[in-house]
Structure formats: structure tokens, C-alpha cells
């Protein structure tokens, strides 16, 4: 069966930077993409952007160009998801989903999500 | 950006009643548009794709429609089993979510 399973909870100072896995199993992993959706507490899904696991190409929302990397390990079926110059409002369960391989199309199956809390 | 407007934020239903959600994109976006259902502490669910398919496995009194910038997202009768927050998706342009419509039960 399908499954993403992510890396645990961070807590981080303001200015870090975090790394969350996202570890594939259940399918070709290279035949899909991933996206990336953060939560805030209370507040609604924002899209972060989308990395194809079958070439490596990417769309990142505009608000986190510059900020934000994604990139894929295929030997693991892992991808990753760098957020750096993190800030209070960067506080969000942060959760990968499987996507399309060649632009995102949505998100069929989701990871458990990963709390990551920036304070200082 | 695209820009998606949800409406109501929230709403009260009794058990049984027809639920209407809807939302509106700042541009045309053709059908492709989703919708999701999220319940409290867990990760989004896909229930509909390409604005009017239903996702395998997902009952069949939820269903979508709609296309260009306006769309519609209905529960024939409402169970309580669907007290979650909706959203909806575009990915014509990457992929924006809308505000999410909160579904509490009267």
C-alpha cells in the first residue's frame, strides 16, 4: 500500500533552516511528484510547491521563492523540503503528498505531517 | 497568482440536508480543480478531481461541478460522519487552495 511516512517534530530558533523528509513506499516512485502543503496552527492548507520525482523539476509558490528547496533522493524514495531564514509565522504542520510527475495535479495520498515550531 | 474564493467559511447543517460549498477562481482554470475534506489533527483527503470525478472508494453523495472560474462542491444529505472542513484546489497555475469551508452539524 501506498505510504509516505515524514520526519519528526523540529523546533528551530528564528533564521535556522529545517529539513523534513518524506520517505515513499507502495508505488514507483519516480513515476509520481511530490507536493509540499503547510498548515499554521488554526489556519487553512497553503501550497508550497512541487518536485518531480522522475526529473527533478520544480514550481515553488512565489511567497517562498528564494526561501524554500526541494529535491529528491531516488535510491531512498525519499524526497526533502529545505525551508530556510525560518520566522515565527513559518510555525505550520507541514505535510508531502504524492503528486504528478510532470506538473502538479493533486495530492492522492498525504504523509502524517510534521510539526515544525520556529520560537525563539 | 490565482487567487480562489471559497464561500461560506462555515456553515450549520442538520443530518440529512443538502450542503453546498462553493468556489470562485480569479481566472479561468478549465476544470481543473479539486476538492478536499480534512478532519481535525489529520491530513487532507482527496474526494474530488478535474472538478466533477469522484475519487475512488469516496461516497457517492458528495460530488462537483463547474468549470472556467465557477465551481460547486454539494452533499446530497449531509451524515455526520462529513463534519470536517472542505477545501478546494486549483492546479491549472501550481496550486492554490481555497480558504476552507468549516461543516458543523445542527
Known amino acids: 500500500q501506498v505510504q509516505l511516512v515524514q520526519s519528526g517534530a523540529e523546533v528551530k530558533k528564528p533564521g535556522a533552516s529545517v529539513k523534513v523528509s518524506c520517505k515513499a513506499s507502495g508505488y514507483t516512485f519516480t513515476s509520481y511528484g511530490i507536493s509540499w502543503v503547510r498548515q499554521a496552527p488554526g489556519q487553512g492548507l497553503e501550497w508550497m510547491g512541487w518536485?518531480?520525482?522522475?526529473?527533478?523539476?520544480?514550481n515553488y509558490a512565489q511567497k517562498l521563492q528564494g526561501r524554500v528547496t526541494m529535491t529528491t533522493d531516488t535510491s531512498t524514495s525519499t524526497a526533502y523540503m529545505e525551508l530556510r531564514s525560518l520566522r515565527s509565522d513559518d510555525t505550520a504542520v507541514y505535510y508531502c503528498?504524492?503528486?504528478?510527475?510532470?506538473?502538479?495535479?493533486?495530492?492522492?495520498?498525504w504523509g502524517q505531517g510534521t510539526l515544525v515550531t520556529v520560537s525563539s | 497568482d490565482i487567487q480562489m474564493t471559497q464561500s461560506p467559511s462555515s456553515l450549520s447543517a442538520s443530518v440529512g440536508d443538502r450542503v453546498t460549498i462553493t468556489c470562485q477562481a480569479s481566472q479561468d482554470i478549465s476544470n481543473y480543480l479539486n476538492w478536499y475534506q480534512q478532519k481535525p489533527g489529520k491530513a487532507p483527503k482527496l474526494l474530488i478531481y478535474d472538478a466533477s470525478n469522484l475519487e475512488t472508494g469516496v461516497p457517492s453523495r458528495f460530488s462537483g461541478s463547474g468549470s472556467g472560474t465557477d465551481f460547486t462542491f454539494t452533499i446530497s444529505s449531509l451524515q455526520p460522519e462529513d463534519i470536517a472542513t472542505y477545501y478546494c484546489?486549483?492546479?491549472?497555475?501550481?496550486?492554490?487552495f481555497g480558504g476552507g469551508t468549516k461543516v458543523e452539524i445542527k
Open positions: 484546489q486549483q492546479y491549472d497555475n501550481l496550486g492554490t
Open positions: 518536485i518531480s520525482a522522475y526529473n527533478g523539476n520544480t
Open positions: 503528498a504524492r503528486d504528478g510527475h510532470t506538473v502538479t495535479t493533486g495530492n492522492d495520498y
